[in-house]
């Protein structure tokens, strides 16, 4: 992984940044967590590619509020 920004989908509209905060803390340092309105997904910035990795794997396609998670390594906005 190069990248240490996540992508996660499939959200449950209601959730909130602090939500996703707590999900993903025990997996590393969390710089930042955006959802995107009200559309089911968001980003979070780990604080290292490493501890994303680590994320990813442990959290990709566990229920989270009673939906199935999605979770990718973001693509860059320059490519």
Do not use: C, H, W
């Not at 240490?4 to 999900?23: D, H, P, Q």
Request: net charge negative; charged share 30%.
């Amino acid at each position: 992984m190069q990248s240490a920004k996540l992508y996660v989908g499939n959200l449950k509209y209601s959730a909130t940044e602090r939500e996703l905060e707590e999900l993903f803390a025990p997996y590393g340092e969390v710089k930042s967590v955006r959802i995107i309105g009200s559309r089911g997904f968001g980003f979070v910035e780990m604080g290292t590619p490493e501890e994303a990795q680590k994320a990813m794997e442990a959290l990709n396609g566990t229920d989270f509020m009673g939906r199935t998670l999605r979770i990718d390594e973001a693509r860059s906005t320059r490519d």
